[in-house]
């Protein structure tokens, strides 16, 4: 029998610290164990809710659902030939354990995304990005539980709708619990080092992927504040991708506007937006602010209540609705 309590404190479990509470939780070990899971949430008309980190989420006071922590562990090589392996891995992992573990195996295609929180079930959700790389770009399908067909989906790369922070599984919020993925990865290394900080390293002729993934986790460090000292959800704001139109407005009204071409269009650095508002390192209610170092982090030092979190955020889109007219977006999922 699974072990579903009450009233349970979210707080150790979101890389935030906002106090809350869920009114059901359960740690998900075993996949055999949903079904019960499942009847104990319908006999009292319960939403079911996944957590895996918890550090891309904004929680409410009160979570009225059953949280399911997603602890499903357990990686295995499904197929090899001469220059690929595709692995599986549970959705319970820790998505940099898995990033070192597979450089470690001498398989290539995860440096890019080392040391972002979290677990590697959610990383499909929001299609984790960074430098240049996507988990899109090696995920070859994923395993879910499709709750509302009651019933084991797998999905291909494609079905994923994968986009950019977006997939699927975050349009359609709440559907699928995701319980494994596989990824493709390479025994041969061909760096990805287009993005700014990393196009350094293109002089070394010897460059390895534990290199690069060595250079990503210090810029990480150097640029990001650690959750478990000062709590942050990552980047809290997505980039606005604009039009050709707009994005000539911007750039003659702010020459030093920083910005990346995206497909057609032009995706604009939300942490530029910030900053050029003025509010870097500023603060309101609760202490909840913009990091100093990196605008576009939103930082909650004093653990205040996702109140404060979100008036500080509609604060800040406020001001640069204001000064750019430009809409941002939250990127962290909010749990009402
Ligand atoms: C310091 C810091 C840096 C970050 N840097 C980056 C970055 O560079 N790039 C980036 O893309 N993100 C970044 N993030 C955001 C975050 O790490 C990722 O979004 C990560 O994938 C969230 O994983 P999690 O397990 O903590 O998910 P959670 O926060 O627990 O959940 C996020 C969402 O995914 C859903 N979910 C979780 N697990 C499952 C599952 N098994 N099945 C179905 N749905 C599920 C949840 O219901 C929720 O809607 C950063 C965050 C922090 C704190």
Not at 108 to 131: C, F, M, R, W
Not at 205 to 226: E, G, M, S, Y
Request: include cysteine; charge should be neutral.
């Amino acid at each position: 029998m699974v072990d579903i309590k009450q009233n349970v404190s979210l707080q150790p479990f979101n890389s935030l610290a906002i106090p809350s509470v869920a009114t059901h939780f359960v740690e998900l070990t075993q996949e055999r164990e949903l079904p019960e899971i499942i009847a104990y949430s319908q006999a009292r008309q319960l939403a079911l809710r996944v957590l895996g980190g918890g550090s891309n989420l904004v929680l409410a006071d009160r979570v009225e659902a059953c949280v399911v922590r997603n602890t499903l562990l357990g990686r295995t090589l499904v197929e090899e030939d001469l220059d690929t392996v595709t692995i599986e891995v549970a959705a319970g992992e820790t998505w940099h354990d898995l990033v070192a573990w597979s450089i470690a195996q001498g398989w290539s295609g995860l440096e890019n995304l080392a040391l972002i929180p979290g677990t590697v079930g959610a990383a499909p959700v929001q299609n984790i990005g960074a430098y240049g790389v996507e988990v899109a770009d090696r995920l070859v399908s994923v395993r879910a539980f499709d709750l509302q067909r009651e019933e084991v989906s797998n999905l291909s790369n494609v079905e994923c709708l994968f986009e950019y922070r977006n997939s699927l599984f975050k349009s359609d919020e709440n559907r699928y619990l995701i319980c494994s993925i596989r990824l493709k990865l390479h025994k041969s290394f061909s760096p990805m080092l287009h993005y700014g900080p990393l196009q350094a390293l293109k002089t070394n002729i010897d460059l390895r992927a534990q290199d690069v993934f060595d250079r990503v986790v210090a810029i990480r460090q150097a640029k990001l504040p650690n959750p478990d000292r000062i709590p942050n959800a990552g980047s809290f704001f997505k980039n606005p991708m604009v039009t050709g139109a707009v994005f000539q407005r911007l750039q003659l009204q702010f020459p030093d506007l920083v910005f990346f071409r995206a497909g057609s269009g032009y995706k604009i650095a939300a942490g530029w937006l910030i900053d050029k508002a003025g509010l870097r390192g500023q603060s309101g209610a609760g202490g909840v602010g913009c990091y100093s170092k990196q605008a576009l982090v939103l930082i909650n030092p004093q653990r205040s209540s996702s109140r404060d979190v979100v008036a500080w955020s509609d604060r800040v889109r406020h001001r640069v609705e204001q000064l750019f007219d430009l809409t941002l977006e939250v990127e962290p999922r909010i749990w009402t």
